[in-house]
């Protein structure tokens, strides 16, 4: 199924898009019945299919410590980032824990880019009026890819990622505008990236607000935000990204994109749905943690390649870990794609494989 707009807002904010005073970076303790999350007790060789690159999703106030211990298995670090105004006609600037970031990815050998939303902090949400404003101005489309441009140059990074949600149809063309003048705004060679929601059918990401062939026609590459299948505000417990759902995404994608510009999103992350109140987003070592600590312990599941548990108090529990993710290099590697997009440092599982690393393009 594809997730409702509202819901799919609702889903980057319960924990996945709020600033890290929520990332828990506790020891990974193994779950009962769970298998290690390195990669030597849980990858075979065909799990172990070269991807040509690899993103990670880092927000401001990750570690240094997980990003030197990531970055030998990454080729891009992507910062979230700037945000638009409520009236989409400004770029906010980026504070210094972003900076910092963009400058230690640097440092390390990576790539670094620089990522554009509309997430209010006022509204604790994405701001559809807010990106609506924008991608239907001409003028503002025009001033805030300059604005953005300026930023990237200022900082030095090697590309722009754009991550615009909660889009009507009518946002399709001034998306593609706003791509546009960006690429005629920025240095040579500095690369676009944009996010996309993933949907199961052509139509339905022309509903979201995607012309997938106008956004190829200019991109470096799409990054398919293929998780969120399920979640606590919107459907009942089921994978964060089932397998064949993943496959049903990436086939519509590709009538529009080349798999070579084309990113598979994989989830580090699982939800919760107790049996009263609502659940919360929370990082695989948590999930793991509190599936040890149940009677049951945790199942894996060869359909999904995800993990589920049911705690004693009756909480379900699925999440995406570094099996999760080996399963998703091969699948990557089988339909030719570009690479992987993580969503997000810091809450994933410690990385595994190798990453070519170096071009986006």
């Not at 909480?315 to 997009?341: I, N």
Request: net charge neutral; aromatic share 6%; with cysteine.
């Amino acid at each position: 199924m594809d997730t409702p707009p509202r819901a799919r807002r609702l889903a980057r904010l319960v924990g996945r898009y709020l600033l890290p005073g929520a990332i828990v970076l506790a020891s990974l303790l193994p779950a009962r019945a769970s298998a290690p999350a390195s990669a030597a007790a849980t990858a075979t060789a065909e799990a172990l299919a070269p991807v040509p690159a690899v993103t990670g999703y880092a927000l401001g106030g990750l570690g240094d410590a997980v990003l030197r211990r990531d970055a030998p298995h990454l080729s891009t670090v992507t910062v979230a980032g700037v945000a638009i105004d409520a009236a989409g006609r400004r770029v906010a600037a980026p504070s210094a824990d972003v900076t910092r970031l963009l400058a230690k990815a640097q440092a390390a050998g990576l790539r670094a880019e620089l990522l554009l939303s509309n997430y209010s902090d006022r509204l604790g949400d994405f701001d559809t009026r807010a990106v609506d404003r924008l991608l239907t101005h001409p003028s503002r489309i025009e001033g805030v890819a300059s604005q953005l441009a300026e930023h990237a140059v200022s900082l030095g990074v090697d590309g722009v990622n754009v991550d615009l949600e909660a889009l009507r149809p009518r946002d399709a063309a001034g998306l593609v505008d706003l791509l546009a003048r960006l690429r005629e705004a920025l240095p040579q060679g500095t690369a676009i990236s944009i996010d996309v929601s993933a949907r199961s059918s052509r139509s339905a990401y022309a509903e979201a607000g995607y012309d997938l062939a106008g956004i190829a026609s200019i991109v470096d590459v799409v990054q398919l935000m293929t998780y969120d299948q399920h979640g606590p505000t919107w459907s009942g417990p089921g994978p964060i990204g089932a397998l064949a759902w993943q496959r049903r995404c990436l086939e519509a994608a590709l009538e529009d994109v080349p798999a070579e510009r084309l990113d598979l999103g994989v989830a580090g992350y699982g939800y919760s749905w107790p049996r009263r109140g609502t659940g919360r987003s929370l990082s695989v070592a948590r999930a793991r943690a509190l599936a040890e600590a149940s009677d049951r312990g945790a199942r894996w599941h060869d359909d999904t390649a995800e993990w589920s548990a049911r705690l004693d108090d009756g909480t379900r529990l699925w999440w995406s870990d570094a099996r999760s993710y080996e399963v998703r290099r091969t699948l990557a590697a089988q339909f030719g794609l570009h690479g992987l997009a993580v969503w997000r440092l810091g809450s994933a599982d410690p990385l595994t494989g190798d990453a070519a690393g170096g071009s986006t393009g």
